[in-house]
């Protein structure tokens, strides 16, 4: 069965701070990646998208890892900031899928000041 | 064009009323796609269209539930005889076939309350 699992489930940590966000899949065949920052009662907005053969993107303070071997994605956060706070939700499309993703059930970021 | 929009933000409906929402998507994106989301949770796939053509919907969207796309460009999701557990957000997301990945790009829902 496709699934994507992530954890934390939820994450609290003081501005500044690093911290690294992880996510485990079973989708095959594998088509891409996504990483999503959802803020409270909006809608998700994509940072980054990996296919199977980059290890790693990153787009700002935003750092993916890729494993396809053992079907792992990292998301590492540098530097947090308050605005950081939101849920990181991972998403894998499959081959021959092109229009449904899997999503995991994300996990909730707090940055306390 | 300033990105996916969705119109209501917030309906707050009784038991058994109908409701209609609906997606204004990327001008120039042909897909759209419905989606549900429930608090912690990350959203699950209702239906999706290329243009007017509604191709695939998911056993999530029941018979109370129906999508359309009359014209190719904005889409209205109505939910028939609403129950509780209808209660959610109901997000809209576009994309350009061909595009790359099939990006999708999200609305910022209606929240759905249904007392």
């Known amino acids: 069965k496709n699934q994507v699992e992530q954890s934390p489930q939820s994450l609290i940590i003081l501005e500044g701070k690093n911290c690294t966000l992880q996510?485990?899949?079973?989708?095959?065949?594998?088509?891409?990646l996504r990483w999503y920052k959802q803020d409270t009662g909006r809608g998700p907005v994509s940072l980054t998208i990996?296919?199977?053969s980059e290890n790693t993107k990153s787009n700002g303070r935003y750092t993916a890892t890729l494993d396809a071997d053992t079907k792992q994605s990292s998301l590492h956060i540098t530097a947090s900031q308050l605005s950081d706070s939101a849920s990181y939700i991972c998403v894998v499309s499959a081959k021959d899928s092109n229009y449904q993703l899997i999503w995991g059930a994300g996990t909730k970021l707090i940055i306390k000041p | 064009d300033t990105g996916v929009s969705q119109n209501p933000r917030h309906k707050i409906t009784k038991r058994g009323q109908n409701v209609t929402f609906r997606c204004d998507p990327i001008?120039?994106?042909?897909?759209l796609y419905w989606y549900r989301q429930t608090l912690g949770q990350g959203p699950e796939f209702l239906t999706y269209f290329q243009n007017e053509a509604q191709l695939e919907k998911s056993r999530l969207l029941s018979d109370r539930f129906s999508a359309e796309r009359p014209k190719g460009s904005f889409s209205t999701l109505e939910i028939q005889r609403t129950e509780q557990g209808d209660s959610a957000m109901y997000l809209c997301?576009?994309?350009?076939?061909?595009?790359?990945?099939?990006?999708?790009?999200f609305g910022p829902g209606t929240r759905l309350t249904v007392t």
């Open positions: 001008s120039e994106h042909n897909r």
């Open positions: 996510c485990n899949y079973t989708v095959s065949p594998f088509s891409n």
């Open positions: 990996m296919t199977f």
């Open positions: 997301a576009s994309s350009l076939d061909p595009g790359i990945f099939y990006e999708q790009y």
